[in-house]
């Protein structure tokens, strides 16, 4: 959730546009950054009050390939393109164009969330040779053991 409110980001562009302040005064009025205060009036500027309203999105890889031969063509800035397509985080420009030079269009599609297991599961117990190889013998040993090695775990306390 956003950290400020709607209603609170309008007052702080209406600060800014009506009264003639710098975005200096502007932010240490309402105790907000200056930074913030020149992203509000872009957004509010180029999208009205939507722009100021919380939004949570996903893009897709056409959509930010768009944005940025919108960016490379206009020669924008980063903030200046995040304004121009209402996008929350203008440093999230700068990761997409990086990873469009790194592999292309596909780079720039869904990537696998949460974190990267460092290696994959060791299985439980090691298989040398598949159960029709094994003579009869074989198998009732390790099944034996298996079965004391299920009642020692149900069996044991900590």
């Given at each position: 959730?956003?950290?400020?409110?709607?209603?609170?980001?309008?007052?702080?562009?209406?600060?800014?546009?009506?009264?003639?302040?710098?975005?200096?005064?502007?932010?240490?009025?309402?105790?907000?950054?200056?930074?913030?205060?020149?992203?509000?009036?872009?957004?509010?500027?180029?999208?009205?009050?939507?722009?100021?309203?919380?939004?949570?999105?996903?893009?897709?890889?056409?959509?930010?390939?768009?944005?940025?031969?919108?960016?490379?063509?206009?020669?924008?800035?980063?903030?200046?393109?995040?304004?121009?397509?209402?996008?929350?985080?203008?440093?999230?420009?700068?990761?997409?164009?990086?990873?469009?030079?790194?592999g292309g269009i596909e780079a720039l599609g869904p990537r696998?969330?949460?974190?990267?297991?460092?290696?994959?599961?060791?299985?439980?117990?090691?298989?040398?040779?598949?159960?029709?190889?094994?003579?009869?013998?074989?198998?009732?040993?390790?099944?034996?053991?298996?079965?004391?090695?299920?009642?020692?775990?149900?069996?044991?306390?900590?």
């Amino acid at each position: 959730m956003s950290r400020h409110g709607a209603r609170f980001k309008r007052l702080v562009v209406d600060s800014y546009l009506r009264e003639d302040e710098s975005y200096a005064s502007a932010a240490s009025k309402h105790g907000v950054d200056a930074a913030t205060v020149r992203k509000w009036v872009a957004l509010y500027q180029a999208h009205g009050d939507a722009g100021l309203s919380c939004k949570y999105s996903r893009y897709d890889a056409v959509f930010k390939l768009s944005v940025l031969e919108r960016m490379w063509e206009d020669g924008l800035s980063y903030r200046q393109t995040a304004a121009l397509f209402n996008i929350r985080n203008a440093g999230c420009l700068a990761g997409w164009e990086k990873r469009y030079h790194a592999g292309g269009i596909e780079a720039l599609g869904p990537r696998p969330r949460g974190r990267p297991m460092s290696k994959p599961p060791a299985p439980a117990v090691p298989v040398a040779a598949s159960d029709e190889a094994k003579s009869r013998e074989e198998l009732l040993a390790e099944l034996r053991h298996l079965r004391m090695e299920n009642d020692y775990l149900k069996n044991w306390r900590p």
